[in-house]
């Protein structure tokens, strides 16, 4: 399977993936609200400057009903791992499945913008823009919230599991 299709799966939806997501609360989506987080409130883009990564692992797909391919060739690309690197208002993405296969989104043409306690990602393999109000953990842990239109499989990606900050 070519690196890239793992965001072509993510594309391919159930109709039970949209009637569980919409059926879903924030909290049950984004997982246990944090005890003390720092809601977002500055508009300076260094404010989530970083390097972030986070994982998906097959109970994450079937519980949020997005898997509609559950052969075996498929789920032994569990878990994703994904690499955000934000800086300077530009963000690039990796996300390496299981085999070590790694495929990338975006280099300088993906940007973030922050307003308030909202962050806007502007790019990726289908140049969409994906709106998140957010909040931070003391450690750094990044936790976002759908804002918006969120397209379930974007949901799944961005929001199943907080982002740990690694540097």
Known sequence: MPANRVFQNLLRLSSAAVSVLAACTIAAACGAEPSSAAIGTSNDQAVLDGVYRWEITTADAVAHGIIDDMSP??????????????ADGVWVMSVTDARGETSAQCADECTYTLDGGEVTFVGGHDAETHRFSFTTDEDGTLRLRPFGNVSPS??????TEPWERID
């Open 73 to 86: 060739p498929y789920l032994v690309t569990f878990p994703w791992r994904f690499v955000i690197e934000m």
């Open 154 to 159: 974007d949901a799944f990606v961005w929001i």
